[in-house]
Every structure is written in structure tokens, then in C-alpha cells.
């Protein structure tokens, strides 16, 4: 087993002392190699349950520079199951080789199907399943993303008792799975924020699904245009933090919520005396990629 979830502890950025705040950052980045911190909390009970049924594949979709194909990939690999990729884009079939997430995915023994973006729209129809079905056999299927309620139940183990004590906790969001999770293991006094990664104005309802409390709120002025859109500003931020904290972020999720956090430090947006615990959620696998677009575009790369 090689999860370390005791690695994921909580470190201490220091800042000025004139912000007045307190800031952590929980470093679920460490719980694995390859794994996004979140994407191991969402998968544990899903691995679960697909052993408990009998099944001996898994089933995704995914982008080509997913975190999450990633992690379904190493876990099959890790835990004995067989797994199949859907991917978004027909024009990757014969890339895999130019793309490291591909690559990786690929040396852990998961299959993969390209589809093009109008079928991958349609994949949670019933026609698109049976489809699937019929070319693959029987699979435990794993949503977009991994967030189910399953996924949602891993995620509610992120937040320790002494985390109680910090007054707000901050998440990047994708499906909004984990932000989920955390709005449901924290206090009622505890305000737990969202950075969305992407525009989603679907983003409230959907995580309004899982949680009945209200104790939480989406930042959306943060998201940089869009879902894996970055500029150098961001660029500059990573790795000016990298080098003064000693922490790497990512570009698609992670980066663009501590970007966040300290811009709305810096406004004086969080009470004099706040305790603040950033979730580090991972997803480092995804820098390489993003630096071969950025040399493509000859922009600064990720260091
Ligand atoms: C997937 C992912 C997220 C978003 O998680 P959701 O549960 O989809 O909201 C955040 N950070 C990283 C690093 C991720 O890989």
C-alpha cells in the first residue's frame, strides 16, 4: 500500500504579520506519487464497493490531461482491476505517445477509448452506456471527475478534529465533489470556501445536491478564464510560491485557489485573527503537460 495519508499534514505558510491572518495548507498532495490527494479520498470507497459487487473492471471519462484518469488508472494498477479510459478527443488516438497523462495511464495497463466531443457529451446516456457495455462487458462505472456519493463519503475524511479549529477552509472545485465532503464533516462555525477552476454557474446547484448546510460559498472571481486556462501571471505566482514556500501548486486547480486566498488576504477580505486551512488537493502529474503548451506558445513555463 503505498498511500501515506499521514504525510498529509498541515504546514504553515508565513506571511506578512500586518495581514493578520493565519494560514495552512494540507498537503494531500503527499499522499501519493501519481494520485491527486482528493481523487485517492474519491476513489476509496468506489474501490471498495466495485470489490464488494464482484467487478474486476473500472470504468471513466476524462479529459487527456485528467488528474482523475490518472488516479483510476494507478489504482487499477495498484489494486488489481481492470481499467478503460473514455477519452475526450479522436484526434488523440495516435498522440498518446505526446501526452504524459496518456503515457502514465497507458504504462498502468488502462485501455482506452477516444470519442469525439459530441459523443463525449452524450456519455451519461443510457445508449452511450449500453454501447459501452456491449464493447467492454460489465464495469463499475465512475463518473467524470469521481464525484458520487461514494466519492463524497472519502472526501469527508480530508478534515481532522483539530481542523475544527480553523475558521475558514478553502478548496479548488471541479465537480465540486470534494468541496462536498468538506462542507459536510466541518462545524456549522466554520465557513468552507470553493475556488472553482472553471465558469460553472451550475457549480451551486450541483454541490446544493449533496450538502443541506449552508455554511459555505463559491469564489468565482478566480477561475482565469476557464477550465485549464492560465496566463503568466498564474505562471509567475506558482512559482514565485514555489520558491518562497517550498510548496508546488498546480496550474488547473490548486494554483488558482492559493492565487485566490492571498489576493483576498492581501484585500483584507478575511477578518483580522482568521485561522485559514487551504486544501492542498494535488494534482502535480498535470504540470508537465501544461508546460509542453506553454513552450508550444513560448510562454514561461512552470518550474
Ligand atoms: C479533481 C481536482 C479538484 C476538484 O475536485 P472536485 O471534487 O471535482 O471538485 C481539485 N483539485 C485537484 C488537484 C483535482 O485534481
Redesign the pocket.
Given at each position: 500500500m503505498i498511500f501515506n495519508l499521514e504525510k498529509s499534514s498541515n504546514q504553515h505558510i508565513s506571511l506578512p504579520t500586518e495581514f493578520g491572518v493565519e494560514l495552512y495548507i494540507k498537503r494531500e498532495?503527499k499522499i501519493h506519487p501519481h494520485i491527486?490527494?482528493?481523487?485517492y479520498r474519491?476513489l476509496k470507497y468506489n474501490l471498495i464497493e466495485a470489490e464488494k459487487l464482484g467487478f474486476k473492471t473500472l470504468l471513466t471519462f476524462g479529459g487527456a490531461y485528467s488528474?482523475?484518469i490518472t488516479a483510476v488508472a494507478s489504482v487499477g494498477a495498484e489494486f488489481g482491476f481492470k481499467t478503460i479510459g473514455v477519452i475526450r478527443g479522436e484526434e488523440l488516438t495516435d498522440k498518446i505517445k505526446d501526452n504524459p497523462t496518456l503515457t502514465f495511464a497507458q504504462s498502468c495497463g488502462m485501455q482506452f477509448k477516444f470519442v469525439s466531443r459530441s459523443d463525449y457529451r452524450e456519455k451519461a446516456s443510457k445508449d452511450f452506456i449500453n454501447s459501452l457495455k456491449e464493447e467492454f462487458g460489465t464495469f463499475y462505472l465512475i463518473p467524470e471527475?469521481?464525484?458520487n456519493t461514494l466519492?463524497i463519503k472519502g472526501?469527508e475524511e480530508i478534515l481532522t478534529e483539530t481542523d475544527k479549529n480553523f475558521d475558514y477552509v478553502c478548496?479548488?472545485?471541479?465537480?465540486?465533489?470534494?468541496?462536498?465532503g468538506l462542507i459536510k464533516s466541518s462545524n456549522q462555525n466554520q465557513k468552507i470556501l470553493?475556488f472553482p477552476?472553471l465558469k460553472g454557474a451550475f457549480l451551486t446547484k450541483d454541490i446544493s445536491k449533496f450538502v443541506i448546510k449552508n455554511n459555505w460559498e463559491l469564489i468565482v472571481d478566480y477561475h482565469f478564464g476557464g477550465y485549464a486556462k492560465i496566463n503568466t501571471e498564474l505562471v509567475t505566482f506558482i512559482n514565485q510560491f514555489k520558491k518562497e514556500h517550498h510548496i508546488p501548486l498546480?496550474p488547473?486547480?490548486?494554483g488558482k485557489m492559493m492565487y485566490g486566498i492571498i489576493d483576498m488576504i492581501t484585500k483584507n477580505k478575511f477578518p483580522k485573527g482568521s485561522k485559514i486551512l487551504a486544501i492542498h488537493?494535488?494534482?502535480l502529474q498535470?504540470i508537465e503537460g501544461m508546460n509542453m503548451r506553454l513552450k508550444e506558445k513560448k510562454l514561461p513555463l512552470i518550474k
Open positions: 498532495d491527486s490527494g482528493n481523487k474519491k488528474n482523475h471527475g469521481g464525484t466519492a472526501c478548496c479548488a472545485v471541479g465537480t465540486g465533489g470534494t468541496i462536498s470553493g477552476a498546480d488547473v486547480y490548486t488537493t494535488g494534482g498535470g
